[in-house]
């Protein structure tokens, strides 16, 4: 009987034996899996925080933009301005040389009419 009991002892053995194998290597596939989740949980949070960091930096990098903008408008507006101005005063100055040419003119044709007034 114990010859035949070997077999089934050595048999059940070698099934315990697989078993607690089997029972750690489940238990590192779950330290495994645990670290996977917090690494995952991490990677997540990372990518929340990286994600907004982004947004942030946009919204600065837009806010810049539109101040440069808002820059180039002013700077377009008073030279827009200016060059209005540049042609007033020349319309200015080119009606003015036509007035001072009227009078210039009046002012000969008066000195010869007293010339002529001083001759007779």
Not at 7 to 20: G, N, S
């Amino acid at each position: 009987m114990s010859g035949a009991t070997d077999p089934v002892l050595a048999a059940i053995t070698a099934l315990a034996e697989r078993f607690d194998r089997l029972e750690r290597e489940t238990s590192g596939l779950r330290e495994d899996t645990t670290q996977l989740r917090e690494e995952s949980s991490r990677l997540r949070e990372d990518t929340t925080r990286l994600r907004v960091d982004l947004m942030a930096r946009l919204d600065r990098q837009q806010d810049m933009l539109t101040s440069i903008r808002n820059d180039i408008g002013v700077n377009m507006a008073t030279a827009d301005r200016v060059r209005e101005a540049n042609k007033a005063t020349r319309d200015d100055v080119a009606q003015l040389a036509s007035q001072v040419s009227v009078i210039h003119r009046r002012l000969i044709q008066l000195e010869e009419r007293f010339d002529r007034q001083a001759g007779t």
